[in-house]
Nanobody, 123 residues
């Protein structure tokens, strides 16, 4: 199983980015996929996940209304559309597969992780 995260970069506050997580080695339609982030000196935190179990999505309170997760099963890719970005959104973003994502709950652990993509929000 391989996950390839991409789409990070430098953006000004209020700007937008779309992250992509291309997945190989497992069937996306049968797996829950999530995004995590970790800023320097901080613990990794849950951002969002999309559930194949019940079709639901989870968002951390800090990103609700600004981020949107979506999946393209045909392309085996999950996206994280990030809008109205704030400096506190700056972090390395990781995608992960085969995690708990059901009934609005997102687990912390996963056996499969991508390499991370850096998001910098600065003027």
């Amino acid at each position: 199983v391989q996950l390839q995260a991409s789409g990070g970069g430098l953006v000004q506050p209020g700007g937008s980015l779309r992250l992509s997580c291309a997945i190989s080695g497992l069937a996306l339609e049968k797996n829950n996929i999530g995004w995590f982030r970790q800023a320097p000196g901080k613990q990794r935190e849950r951002v969002s996940c999309t559930s194949s179990d019940d079709g639901s999505a989870y968002y951390a309170d800090s990103v609700k209304g600004r981020f949107a997760i979506s999946r393209d099963n045909a392309k085996n890719t999950v996206y994280l559309q990030m809008s109205s970005l704030k400096p506190e959104d700056a972090a390395v973003y990781y995608c992960a597969a085969d995690l708990v994502c059901v009934l609005g709950v997102m687990g912390q652990g996963s056996d499969y992780w991508g390499q991370g993509t850096q998001v910098t929000v600065s003027s």
